[in-house]
């Protein structure tokens, strides 16, 4: 009898146990559910999401020249765990996912509270293509061309006031569209924030595209947020509500492990995760690991916001 070992195990099939754990919990608690609710429900239409091209797109200085993942790659190894905990299911089950009429409230320590209808959104500022690198926690890495511009276009518009020293950013709360959301995975709605300051960042980007078309429902469509120097689930998606606050806000994955999860989450060689490293990554679509680089290969442009900060302390 062959036994695989750890090495000939393609990545796709390497589950970190957080996951592990947290799609057991699901499968329970989702079964459990399927039984209160009705096994037999209607299921929902599988209707293909329509794909859109966005016009104008423009090229960005911040682009990196690495080889891309593909539209397949990027659709279908995802983490959305309002859609389901397993890479693939994403994909398979955001197919009916409506994002048309789709709003962001923009509100809390702001001078201009604002609503902002996707269609607003989609002209607020000239849409760039920004090549990006997206590294996960869990050591796997992408390079995604996203469309979108920098977010601090639309923090321009409704002015923070001074109290304004963090923004959170919640995802759709919506169980009978998002079935991951009938288990308690996480606290729902998926709630992440960042420093005022990392979101006026140029880098950081309101994303409303992928490959030149709207955002894929798997990526978080219509809107979302992509931090590229951060770990992937800072990055929030399907985005309803911005809300500029004064103290460090509670995030998702804080509240579900703390001591494995921070509010930075900044890309760290150095700090490894509890369970396993964060020195390296596996690059989908490529067979060895790589080095993965401090601030995940932008610190030129974002180390001088963490000068002075314990960044062990800070993770
Ligand atoms: N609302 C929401 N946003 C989320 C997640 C999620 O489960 N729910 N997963 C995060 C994680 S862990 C990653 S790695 C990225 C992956 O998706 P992407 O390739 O579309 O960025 O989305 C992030 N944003
Ligand atoms: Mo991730």
Not at 126 to 151: D, F, K
Not at 185 to 198: F, N, S
Request: hydrophobic share 40%.
């Amino acid at each position: 009898m062959l036994i695989k070992r750890p090495a000939d195990i393609p990545p796709s099939e390497i589950t970190p146990l957080q996951t592990w754990r947290a799609r057991r919990r699901f499968l329970q608690q989702a079964s459990a559910f399927a039984v209160g609710a009705g096994a037999l429900a209607a299921p929902l239409p599988l209707r293909a999401q329509t794909r859109e091209k966005l016009a104008g797109v423009r090229p960005s200085p911040f682009s990196i020249k690495e080889p891309q993942n593909t539209y397949e790659q990027i659709t279908s190894y995802v983490n959305f765990y309002e859609f389901g905990t397993d890479k693939a299911d994403p994909l398979r089950n955001s197919k009916a996912f409506k994002t048309r009429p789709w709003t962001v409230a923009v509100e809390g320590e702001v001078k201009k509270p604002r609503t902002f209808g996707i269609e607003d959104l989609l002209k607020l500022a000239p849409i760039e293509e920004r090549i990006y690198r997206l590294r996960c926690v869990e050591a796997w890495s992408m390079v995604v061309p996203w469309a979108g511009y920098s977010l601090s276009e639309l923090i321009k518009q409704v002015e923070p006031t001074g109290n304004a020293k963090f923004v959170e950013f919640h995802t759709l709360l919506d169980p009978q569209q998002m079935p991951g959301q009938k288990a308690a995975v996480l606290q729902w709605p998926y709630v992440e924030g960042l420093r005022l300051d990392e979101a006026m960042h140029p880098l950081t980007l309101l994303g409303l595209g992928l490959y030149g078309e709207l955002l894929p429902n798997p990526n978080g469509a219509p809107v979302r947020l992509v931090v590229p120097w951060k770990y992937g689930f800072k990055s929030g998606k399907s985005i309803v509500r911005i809300r500029f606050v004064e103290r460090m806000p509670t995030t998702a994955w804080v509240r579900s492990a703390p001591h494995e999860y921070g509010f930075y989450s900044n890309v760290n060689p150095k700090v490894d995760h509890p369970r396993w490293t964060q020195a390296r990554e596996r690059r989908i679509g490529e067979f060895f690991k790589r080095e993965t680089l401090m601030f995940n290969g932008y610190a030129e442009q974002v180390a001088s916001l963490y000068d002075g900060l314990d960044l062990r302390k800070f993770y």
